[in-house]
C-alpha cells in the first residue's frame, strides 16, 4: 500500500508552550517539535500562528516576563531553519477559499482564526494538524491530532 508522506501544521499554542519554559506543557511540547526537527515527517507553520505566537509571548502584560522581540525571533528562526520547518503563507484566492469554508462550516467568533491556520496549511498540502487546543475548528481533508496527553486534575 502507496502511503503519503506526512506533513504536520503545527498550530500557535505548540510554539508558545515550547518557548515557555515556565508552562508546565514545555518540555512535552518541546519534545514533539524536536520529533518533527528529526522525523521524516515535514512540517510547517502558517503565517497567521507566527504573529499570534509573536503578538502572545511579546505582549507587555504576559503574566511571566514578556519575551523580547529579538528572543521571540530567535525561538522562530531557529525551529525554521535547524528544524527544517516551513512558513506559510496564504496564497492567491486565499481570502475566497477562507470565507467559503466559514461560511460551509457555520465557523463563528474567534475560531476564524484556527480555520485561517487550517486553510493555509491545506494549501500547502498538509495531512494533519497538530494541536493542544480540543476545539480547533476541524475541517474537512485535515484531521486534527494533539501530541500532547492531557493532564489530569486531582
Do not use: C
Not at 512540517?43 to 509573536?54: K, L, N
Not at 492567491?92 to 482564526?113: C, D, M, S, Y
Amino acid at each position: 500500500m502507496d502511503r503519503s508522506p506526512l506533513l504536520i501544521a503545527v498550530d500557535t499554542n505548540l510554539l508558545i508552550y515550547a518557548h515557555r519554559a515556565t508552562l508546565p506543557e514545555h518540555r512535552l511540547a518541546r519534545a514533539v517539535l524536536d520529533h518533527l526537527a528529526g522525523s521524516e515527517a515535514g512540517w510547517g507553520i502558517s503565517q497567521p500562528s507566527v504573529a499570534e505566537f509573536w503578538s502572545i509571548v511579546t505582549h507587555p502584560t504576559a503574566a511571566v516576563p514578556p519575551s523580547s522581540p529579538t528572543q521571540a525571533r530567535a525561538f522562530l528562526t531557529k525551529l525554521l531553519t535547524d528544524g527544517l520547518g516551513q512558513l506559510w503563507i496564504p496564497g492567491p484566492g486565499f481570502a475566497e477559499r477562507l470565507f467559503g469554508a466559514a461560511t460551509q462550516l457555520k465557523v463563528n467568533g474567534p475560531h476564524i482564526f484556527d480555520l485561517q491556520i487550517a486553510v493555509i496549511a491545506l494549501e500547502h498540502g498538509a495531512t494533519e494538524l497538530w494541536t493542544h487546543d480540543r476545539n480547533f475548528v476541524s475541517v474537512p481533508g485535515l484531521p486534527v491530532h494533539d501530541p500532547l496527553p492531557r493532564r489530569r486534575n486531582g
